[in-house]
């Protein structure tokens, strides 16, 4: 081996690099072309022969990039941890160098790639974090300029370099399989439910009318606002505004914007950056990235905090956001579905919620009855999902007149949901005699307020302060438990020491 000057070396050091460097500037996620050119450039300019990048996969060190290794050898030259010289500097994460590659039984050559020429071989293993990515590795021959310490110095830094680059690289792969299989999730998620008119059960005047303006809106792209008490079907309409839009092949994707924390709702919404939190352990895409080219329903959007409202907006507005401790600009297409039991405009009356919020999302609203105020829908749904139950619980359950007359008349504060879980109850409990009316008590306690539906609906809402309605409503409740005061409250929802409280203030 010739020996270089110093000067000489420091300027073919730095020769190395630059081109390296350059090189993996302009790679554009086309990393195994690029290392390999890496590796030509390390060829060339330190007279190497045989330069190869192994990667470490489950103990398994195998080739990543190479140059003159054709594919066979590339299937054989395989090493595992500790194995070889390649293995051992995997493993003891230093370099390796055997001086003398004609007598050393650490020198396995398993490709069999050598030149008569080649003298030596360098090992150095490439470490991200502590931990080991792969193996660089060289053989250095006769006309090798540079003596072993220099080598492995060099390689050393360029191996760096390179273990930087096939991290970023499996990180940006790993995310992309993350969300490719995200979609396959959400999409077959979705497939597996039928989604369409036929689903939403309704032939009451109120409910043809829903159907009309999902039928006329959905084909666009325009911002819906779903609103109705819970348990109405929000969800179930979101869903079929969804599988009715051009966006029906793209994902749906869901937030429950009242089921988390202030700080999480944005890193949900947004994602976030690595490092951008205490447990953001990695960077994570938002609802709104998964959600682009489909669909994105917010449930309760009444929910939200002022500072996430004012986020939302500038998406709203703009299209765009930043992911939580991030600064790069994402920009996505995304059709937004909102829902919320709560009274919006009172909101925004009391500072609650923002005006401008509101009308964006406010475009087009589609209010959802509650059950009690759908006529015979209720007949239709109960047989509805009377069949579902009886064919998923494989058992026959008939429901008699005069209990059906008890689920007409009952309020079903719960609607439909509340329906759908006591009809399921119906079929576990019942038999094919009928369900009675005494099962119905237990089925539905507050029938034994009877008219419940009458009185609900007939309470005379005009020209009466909301004490007097709390003082009928209290005389009622009191009339109907025989003056018990504790059975009242109950029915009432409120405290026995409240209801004493109420008895006291109304003189009854
Ligand atoms: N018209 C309908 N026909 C058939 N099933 C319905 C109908 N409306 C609602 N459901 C069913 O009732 C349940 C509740 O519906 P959904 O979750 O859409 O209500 P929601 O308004 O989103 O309730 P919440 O406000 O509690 O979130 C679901 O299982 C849904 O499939
Ligand atoms: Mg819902």
Same mark, same amino acid.
């Given at each position: 081996m010739k020996s270089e000057t110093n000067e000489n070396l420091c300027q073919l050091e730095l020769n190395v690099l630059y081109e390296i460097a350059e090189i993996m500037a302009a790679s554009r996620g086309e990393i195994v072309l690029s290392l390999e050119k890496c590796l030509s450039v390390l060829k060339k300019n330190l007279d190497l022969d045989n330069c190869v990048i192994y990667k470490l996969e489950?103990?398994?060190?195998?080739?990543?990039?190479?140059?003159?290794?054709?594919?066979?050898?590339?299937?054989?030259?395989?090493?595992? /941890?500790?194995?070889?010289?390649?293995? /051992?500097?995997? =493993? #003891?994460?230093?370099?390796?160098?055997?001086?003398?590659?004609?007598?050393?039984?650490? !020198? $396995?050559?398993? #490709?069999?790639?050598?030149?008569?020429?080649? %003298?030596?071989?360098?090992a150095v293993p490439m470490i991200v974090e502590n931990e080991v990515l792969g193996v660089l590795a060289a053989n250095l021959t006769k006309s090798t300029k540079i003596g072993f310490e220099d080598t492995v110095? %060099?390689?050393?830094?360029?191996? #760096?370099?390179?273990?930087?680059?096939?991290?970023? !690289?499996?990180?940006?792969?790993?995310?992309?399989?993350? /969300?490719?299989?995200?979609? =396959?999730?959400?999409?077959?998620?979705?497939?597996?439910? &039928?989604?369409?008119?036929?689903?939403?059960?309704?032939?009451?005047? =109120?409910?043809?009318? &829903?159907?009309?303006?999902?039928?006329?809106?959905?084909?666009?792209?325009?911002?819906?606002? &779903?609103?109705?008490?819970?348990?109405?079907?929000?969800? $179930?309409v979101a869903a079929a505004i969804h599988k009715r839009s051009k966006r029906a092949d793209e994902p749906f994707i869901k937030l429950n914007c009242a089921a988390i924390t202030d700080t999480l709702l944005e890193s949900e919404l947004f994602g976030h950056e690595k490092g951008a939190f205490t447990d953001a352990k990695e960077t994570r895409k938002g609802r709104f990235e998964l959600a682009d080219k489909g669909t994105l329903f917010l449930d309760e959007i009444g929910d939200i905090s002022a500072s996430a409202q004012v986020k939302l907006l500038r998406v709203l507005q703009e299209r765009e956001f930043e992911r939580v401790g991030g600064s790069k600009t994402i920009k996505v297409n995304v059709r937004l579905v909102a829902a919320t039991n709560r009274n919006l405009e009172k909101m925004v009356k009391d500072g609650d919620f923002r005006e401008d919020l509101y009308y964006r999302l406010n475009v087009i609203p589609i209010d959802l009855p509650p059950l009690r105020k759908r006529g015979d829908d209720i007949k239709l749904l109960v047989n509805f999902f009377l069949e579902r139950a009886m064919r998923n619980h494989k058992k026959a359950v008939s429901i008699t007149d005069e209990a059906m007359e008890k689920l007409m008349r009952y309020p079903w504060y719960g609607n439909v949901r509340e329906m759908e879980n006591t009809i399921e109850r119906i079929v576990l409990m019942g038999d094919e005699n009928g369900i009675s009316a005494t099962d119905m008590l237990l089925l539905l306690p507050a029938l034994k307020n009877e008219n419940l539906v009458d009185e609900y609906n007939a309470i005379p809402m005009e020209n009466k302060t909301l004490d007097e309605l709390e003082c009928e409503a209290v005389t009622k409740a009191l009339k109907q438990c025989d003056n018990n005061q504790s059975k009242a409250a109950k029915m009432l929802g409120i405290t026995v020491r409240q209801i004493g409280y109420k008895v006291k203030k109304y003189g009854l």
């Open positions: 489950e103990d398994i060190l195998q080739i990543f990039a190479s140059i003159n290794f054709n594919k066979h050898q590339k299937v054989i030259s395989e090493y595992r /941890l500790g194995e070889g010289a390649t293995g /051992l500097a995997a =493993k #003891s994460m230093e370099p390796v160098v055997i001086e003398n590659v004609h007598n050393d039984i650490l !020198f $396995l050559n398993k #490709s069999g790639n050598r030149s008569s020429d080649t %003298i030596s071989y360098i110095r %060099i390689l050393s830094i360029v191996s #760096s370099l390179f273990a930087q680059s096939i991290y970023s !690289f499996l990180v940006v792969e790993n995310e992309k399989e993350r /969300l490719t299989d995200l979609k =396959k999730y959400y999409k077959m998620e979705w497939d597996s439910k &039928v989604h369409n008119f036929g689903d939403i059960i309704g032939e009451s005047k =109120k409910m043809k009318d &829903v159907f009309k303006v999902i039928e006329r809106i959905a084909p666009s792209d325009v911002t819906v606002l &779903v609103r109705g008490e819970t348990g109405t079907g929000k969800e $179930l």
